[in-house]
């Protein structure tokens, strides 16, 4: 069963940055799709960007597009998400999943549970 934990979220003031880590266990990490959801109070998850599992290619949500960064390191068993210009509208619970499908699908089966990143000044 693989284990997914996140880690890096924070109060960062408009305009900072941060770097989200999700680590992978329990499964063969070259085997997954890695992405990043979040969820702000009162509205619906959304996806923010995923890594594919064997070509890195990169997904990103229009709103994130050029400020956010994702990556992986395959020895680590770690997915990365590197954001710049925070908004506070960027503020949301964080969450990675995996999946073995594809970035473009919908079945992301196993989840971490959550970082809090908040923006505010």
């Known amino acids: 069963q693989v284990q997914l934990v996140e880690s890096g979220g924070g109060l960062v003031q408009p305009g900072g940055s941060l770097r989200l880590s999700c680590v992978v266990s329990g499964a063969t990490f070259a085997d997954y799709h890695i992405g990043w959801f979040r969820q702000a109070p009162g509205k619906e998850r959304e996806g923010v960007s995923c890594?594919?599992?064997?070509?890195?290619?990169?997904y990103y949500a229009s709103s994130v597009k050029g400020r956010f960064t994702i990556s992986r390191d395959n020895s680590k068993n770690t997915v990365y998400l590197q954001m710049y210009g925070l908004k506070p509208e960027d503020t949301a619970i964080y969450y990675c999943?995996?999946?073995?499908?594809?970035?473009?699908?919908?079945?992301?089966?196993?989840w971490g549970q959550g970082t809090q990143v908040t923006v505010s000044s």
């Open positions: 999943a995996a999946t073995r499908s594809s970035c473009t699908g919908t079945d992301f089966g196993s």
């Open positions: 890594i594919s599992r064997h070509d890195g290619m990169q």
